[in-house]
């Protein structure tokens, strides 16, 4: 048995090895292309565990025949990188991988950011967190090219287990292993596109297995153990984490019930209840609003029972909340409403609040003007319960209209009310 794990082990050395990520490094692309020549530029490598953002750098080193140098930005300190800038005044150039990118400090990055610049240092830095977000802008500026890569595809994973089954200098292909192109399929699917999950877990699989004739016979139950213990990618604090809580809450917004469980499903197995209760609460009141304005209560009422419950038992109510958002009529018309409110308010669109509605509980509030103010419930008019024809806003903002209803749901009778006093203050 080799000391190195698989997933290591089977790091492609040349770009040609690489699997999936075709749109960044397939053979009709510009990087493709450069590193074919020779050229490397400085580039961010963003995306989630396990997806290649490594491989890449040691495929393009192996292809380029550049030095090499990998350092992780959480444990390298700036006695690295003084070590790294003195390789390549040695050498001319040599390609530097900084893991963890997002974690480079300050001190490291002023060593560092001048040897990028003058091009002795080509960078290539990968971090699961969004660039624009995380990253220094001071490195973003000298990296050339900011590339996504994605989860590879279910037959990017098949592929990727059965060359490490067959390869015997590298992989398992030394080993007589007894399994099914099935079970391939079920580790594949288990992998859910992390590349680095699906070899560990064969890994796992094989050495797990009973041996007979020296055959390593597989059986699915060691499969669905192992696809059990592997876990779900989601840092509470990453940006995978808000990506998933933004899929959810545009999946409720769209009305895609089977989506909005999916992503319900991948926060839970994160275990963050708090995130996604705060998340959901936000939905009843953002995208449902006044379309159905009981189901804010009753999204309260499935987020307070969910914290009293606890996972597991927490989907439950969650999943009723969920689905009744997801097929309930929507409208943001209150929020977007009080949104333009204060936009007007922040562009300087304010005035003189009108003396009939300022304080008079005061002695001496008749000889400031305060006075004028007519009591809408001395005024009863049909269902509204009392309603006077007088000005509320400024004068100088006087007819400004933020609140315009949607026609869906329950917001359907609030529109009607809402005209008919609009007819009522034109005298009709």
């Not at 380029?64 to 700036?78: Q, R």
């Not at 690295?80 to 490291?108: P, W």
């Not at 992998?191 to 059986?219: F, P, Q």
């Not at 400031?368 to 024809?389: C, R």
Request: net charge neutral.
């Amino acid at each position: 048995m080799n000391g190195e794990p698989l997933a290591f082990r089977m790091r492609p050395t040349t770009i040609e090895e690489i699997i999936g990520q075709k749109e960044i490094i397939g053979k009709d692309t510009s990087l493709y292309k450069m590193v074919k020549k020779g050229y490397v530029p400085s580039m961010l490598l963003y995306g989630e565990p396990g997806i290649g953002k490594t491989s890449l750098a040691f495929a393009i080193a192996g292809t380029t025949k550049l030095p090499f140098v990998a350092l992780n930005a959480t444990t390298s300190g700036k006695k690295d990188v003084e070590e790294v800038v003195q390789e390549a005044r040695l050498t001319g150039k040599l390609i530097l991988f900084l893991d963890e990118i997002h974690r480079f400090n300050k001190a490291q990055q002023d060593y560092l950011l001048p040897h990028v610049e003058n091009g002795s240092i080509v960078l290539i830095g990968a971090t699961t967190e969004n660039p624009f977000h995380d990253v220094n802008p001071a490195i973003r500026s000298r990296c050339g090219q900011i590339l996504q890569l994605t989860r590879l595809s279910k037959e990017d994973i098949k592929e990727l287990i059965i060359r490490a089954l067959k390869d015997e200098k590298k992989g398992l292909g030394s080993l007589s292993i007894d399994i099914t192109e099935q079970q391939i399929e079920v580790i594949a699917e288990g992998a859910a596109g992390d590349a680095r999950k699906s070899l560990t877990m064969l890994e796992s699989i094989v050495y797990s297995s009973d041996i007979s004739e020296n055959t390593y016979k597989i059986h699915n139950d060691t499969i669905d153990r192992m696809i059990k213990k592997a876990g779900v990618y989601g840092d509470k604090k990453g940006s995978h984490y808000y990506n998933l809580l933004s899929s959810l809450q545009k999946s409720i917004r769209g009305s895609d019930v089977n989506a909005a469980l999916y992503y319900l499903a991948h926060l839970l197995e994160s275990g963050d209840l708090v995130s996604v209760n705060r998340r959901l609460l936000v939905i009843a009141y953002e995208d449902i609003g006044l379309a159905n304005p009981d189901v804010g209560g009753r999204v309260l009422a499935a987020v307070t029972a969910s914290e009293r419950l606890g996972l597991p038992e927490a989907r439950i109510p969650l999943a009723a909340a969920v689905v009744e958002m997801c097929l309930s009529s929507k409208s943001n018309s209150a929020y977007k409403a009080l949104d333009a409110a204060i936009e007007g308010i922040r562009s300087g669109k304010v005035g003189e609040i009108p003396k009939h509605l300022r304080d008079a509980h005061y002695s001496g509030a008749k000889a400031l003007g305060h006075v004028g103010y007519q009591y809408p419930h001395d005024y009863p008019i049909g269902t509204f319960g009392g309603w006077v024809n007088q000005e509320y806003l400024p004068s100088n903002l006087k007819g400004t209209k933020y609140y315009h209803p949607v026609e869906a749901g329950d917001e359907k009778r609030f529109s009607a009310i809402y005209e008919r006093l609009e007819q009522f203050k034109k005298g009709k």
